[in-house]
Each structure stands twice: as C-alpha cells, then as structure tokens.
C-alpha cells in the first residue's frame, strides 16, 4: 500500500504538492501553501477528542413553496437593470473596476438613494478618511441623505457595529483589499485576508439578510485583485467599465445568480457624479462623423436592449514586413477571421495593409452580429467610400463568406428606426423576416462578397487596385 504523506494545498488556486513551498509554482502567490488533510487535522483536533458524528437532516424535494428573491430596488435604474431588478437581501455583489472609473461615486450615490428611500444603509470605507467620503458627498448634493459612514478596516469590528440595532439593507464595502481579519495571521492585502475578510462579510450577509456590496480593484490585465475564489463566493461579480478618456460608464453583470449575465448600464460621469444614460444609442452616436469613409452604424443588442454604435475602420498600406491588425473593443480573433474571409472569398486584398478596427464611446461588443458592420468598415476605409450616413449594419458572417441571420432582427430594426434611420443593411433571411412594414428600407445580404461589390461601387477617387478583382469590371 502506498504510504499517505502530508498534503500541501495553495490556498489561491488548489494545486497539491507534497512538500511545503514558499512559492506556489502553479499560480506563483507566495505564502498560500498549507498543509491539509488527515495528519494535519489530527494535530488541529487535538488528542483525545473523538471525532464528530454527522448529524442526519432532512432533504427536500424540488418542488414546493418558492418565494420571489426579496429584491430592494435602488431607484438608479441602469444599475437595477444590471443586477436583475434590484439588490437581493442577503446576497453578497462584488462590483470591479479600475482605480478611478467612480466605484465609489456610484456607490455612495446608490447609499444615498437607498437611505432617502427610508432604508438603512452603511458606507464602510477602508481607503478614504470620513472627512474625504463626506466632501465627495458635498459635491454629488448628497450631503444631505442619512446615510452612516465609517472609516475601517478590520473586519471583525465592522460586523459586531452591523449587528447592533436594526440590520442595514444595504452595506458597502469600499475595498474588500483593505479589509482584514483576525481569523487568519497572513498581512492585510494578501490573498489570505481578501478570502478570509469576504468570507466573514458574507456570513455576515446571510445571517443578517443585508445586502453587501464589496469593491474590488481591478490588476491591469483586467481581473479583479486578489483570489479568483471571492469571484466564486459571492452572488453577482459586476465589472465597471470604461476608457478613462471618455465620459460614459458602462456597468456589465460578469456572473449574476439572480438575474441575467448580459444586461449592461450606461452612464455618464458629470461634474455632479454619476448620471443615468436611459437612450444610450443616442449618446455613442452623438459624434458621428458623417460622410467619412470607413464608418459604419452596427445595431446591436446589449442584453434585451438594442444598441446602435459607430464601428471605425482605418486601412493603410504599411510599411512594415508583418502588417499590424489592432483592435479596440472588440474580439481581436473575429477582425482576423473577417479579414480572412474578405481576403478568401470577397477577392479583397489586405496583406499589405495596417488595420485598425476601434468601436466608438469606449463600448466593447461581444457579438457575432457586428461581423457585417466592421466589414463594411473595412472595406469603407480601403476603398475610400463612404458608408450611406443613414444606415445601419448586422448580420453575422461565416467562414464561407456567407452572412448569417442574428437575434433579435425587430428590436434592432425598430431602434434604427427610432434615431432616425432609413436604410438597413441584413442578412438575406431577416429581410424576408421584418416584412416591409419595418419603416426602414432593407437591403438584403446573401454574402459578404455582394456587400463588397456594392461599396467598391461607391468608390470616390476610381476604385483602388485592391478592390478591383471584387468588382471586376461591373
Ligand atoms: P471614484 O469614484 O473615486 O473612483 P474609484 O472609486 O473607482 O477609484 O472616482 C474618481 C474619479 O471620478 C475622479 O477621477 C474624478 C471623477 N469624478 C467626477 O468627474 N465627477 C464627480 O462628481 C466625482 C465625485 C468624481
Ligand atoms: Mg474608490
């Protein structure tokens, strides 16, 4: 029989080694190896204590009385959105973001909108003095709402303060980072203490039915800090997003067990905090530049609401051995897959060419759907012609060049519509779909290679030699 020796387990990603490390060689943390299993709990029970007999308790069938989450709406409607409709009692959220983007303007705005409302809600700051929370609360106008701050980091004091007196709603925890408990040794800001930190605060929510929010920050290759588990242990990972340049905000749910996954909320950050974007089409199309060659409107689809965004293409001959292809918000293997099937089947030539695709407003798409409309970016920016400024774009396209229908054809339709629209250009099978009532004017796109011809043929300065082999002699 084999011999059991000790197991060591690093407490940031499970692997099991069989000696102690001081580094973790799978996840490269350092200090997140412990011992663990028979020998080591033998020495933790101590001698003499017998081990615990499992108490039976008893199961339950599937169906049977179900109550609704108790949700408790914030009245800032995007986030609601977001998380499916309000904050659930008991649940634990934890909200990403980069160090500035406004976690915590949004979030002493949500206090502040709960706590008028008539609910108890507590602001924990781990990072600001009570003086810095309250100026920034001054300058939002909220100075005013009753909610109740603290500056404070250990954990445990935290939660014997919440369970005095009425159980808060709502509490914020602003960073889980700089949370620290005295039930594990390691120093504050380790792996250790952010898992130890959220899973005291998470009891705490269950026991108590409050909701929690836990502020997260974000490393630079967009996780958030700290181990991938707290991600695990909480109800609803949100990520807040955004480029720093630009104004608008955009909430996204990253896990949600409540509610969907892929709601997102715009706002916009103004001088007086962080202000709801309800028709956010309206907003990423504010800037267009109408006329130019190599943009094109994509009429998305943002959970259950539609979406129009400008999609820039820039196409230049390079100058360099391997041309470059860059990408902002947006997949960087599905530009390399349009560009292979424009180069395949639609007789474009793009091998001697730099390609920069960027989606406007800081957005980042993740549908397939938008395929049709940074292609006619594409081929916008290299044929030098413009894209008619009032149409839009979507259809998905496949390997063989051919342009596939998408979701929610209607609800894209109907927003174009809406801002003013009057020509769509969609795959052939959603023509037929939206019939002709749809108050646009379709044109229907079997294959990439037709789209091709038909804005070579709106060519400004003669068509480019790269286009030519598209159109032939048409
Ligand atoms: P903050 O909420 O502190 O970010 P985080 O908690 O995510 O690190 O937001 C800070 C930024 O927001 C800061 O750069 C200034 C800007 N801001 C405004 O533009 N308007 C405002 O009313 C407030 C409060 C902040
Ligand atoms: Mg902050």
Known sequence: MARRGPTFVCQNCGAVTGRWQGKCEACGEWNT???????????MAGPGRPPRKGRPFALEPLAGETHEAPRLP???????RVTG?????????LVGGDPGIGKSTLLIQTAAALARAGHRAVYISGEEAVAQVRLRAERLGLAAAPVE???????????ATLTQGKTPRLVVIDSIQTMWTDAVQSAPGTVTQVRGSAQALIRFAKRAGAAVILVGHVTKDGQIAGPRVVEHMVDAVLSFEGEGTHLFRIMRAVKNRFGPTDEIGVFEMTGSGLREVANPSELFLSERDLGSPGTAVFAGVEGTRPLLVEIQALVAPTTLGTPRRAVVGWDQSRLSMVLAVLEAHCGVKLSGHDVYLNVAGG????????????AAALVSSLGNAPLPSDAVFFGEVSLSGAVRPVAQSAARLKEAHKLGFARAFVPEPARGEAGPDAGLALTGIGGLADLVADIAQRGRRGRPPELKAAVGDR
Do not use: K, N, W, Y
């Not at 190896?33 to 020495?43: F, H, K, L, P, T």
């Not at 409709?85 to 959220?93: I, P």
């Open 33 to 43: 190896i412990v011992e663990e299993g028979a020998a080591a709990d033998a020495r």
């Open 74 to 80: 914030s009245g800032i409607a995007e986030l609601d």
């Open 85 to 93: 409709g309000g904050f659930v009692r008991g649940s634990v959220l």
């Open 149 to 159: 701050l603290a500056a404070e980091t250990s954990v445990e004091d935290i939660i």
């Open 363 to 374: 957005l980042r798409i993740q549908e397939p759907a938008a395929d049709l409309a940074a």
